[in-house]
């Protein structure tokens, strides 16, 4: 019995390295979504909301048995997200940084993670109708307030807007 658990720990710790390294990428972002850090900047609050809900899916990575790990993650994250949405209030930077932790919460599963408003509303313990409105409202708020840099920005140009260059496009000749 001395040998398969050491083999048995092995091949779950392979398991698990192939799953993280496969959707590292995805969940950091969600993660950065919901703490509403930048992207472009280390999130540190991202990432230890990300590592917990890692760390708490491989203690049950054996007994998923043909679920998705990554439903379980996202799950994780949403939950402790949730517990600790009271350290993530106020403008942080990132884009959805002005939200409410509730809004971003929200957004994120529906539409980052393309969850449905039952499931959403499910795994939040809300009604649908206030998981509709809190995305309808999140929406609302960041089409209000475009990020900074973007197009829209007050006092520059749109990038096709070339009024302050001279037209380079040759010119007809004509009479």
Do not use: I, K, N
Not at 54 to 59: D, K
Not at 67 to 95: C, I, K, N, Q, S
Not at 124 to 152: I, W
Request: one cysteine or more; glycine letters at 8%; aromatic letters at 4%.
């Amino acid at each position: 019995m001395r040998e398969r658990r050491p083999a048995r720990q092995r091949r779950q710790a392979r398991e698990f390295e192939s799953f993280v390294a496969g959707t590292a990428g995805r969940l950091l972002h969600a993660a950065a979504l919901l703490t509403g850090e930048p992207a472009s900047r280390p999130a540190p609050a991202a990432e230890e909301l990300l590592t917990y809900a890692l760390a708490r899916t491989y203690t049950v990575w054996d007994r998923l048995r043909g679920d998705d790990p990554y439903v379980r993650v996202r799950e994780e994250m949403a939950a402790r997200f949730a517990r600790t949405a009271r350290r993530h209030r106020g403008p942080r930077g990132g884009l959805t940084g002005r939200l409410s932790p509730q809004q971003r919460l929200v957004l994120v599963l529906r539409l980052h993670e393309g969850e449905s408003e039952e499931q959403t509303a499910a795994q939040l313990g809300l009604p649908t109708e206030r998981v509709h409105t809190l995305c309808l409202r999140a929406l609302a708020e960041l089409r209000s307030h475009p990020p900074a840099g973007g197009p829209d920005r007050p006092g520059r140009p749109d990038r096709t807007d070339r009024t302050d260059r001279p037209d380079s496009r040759p010119q007809p000749a004509g009479p």
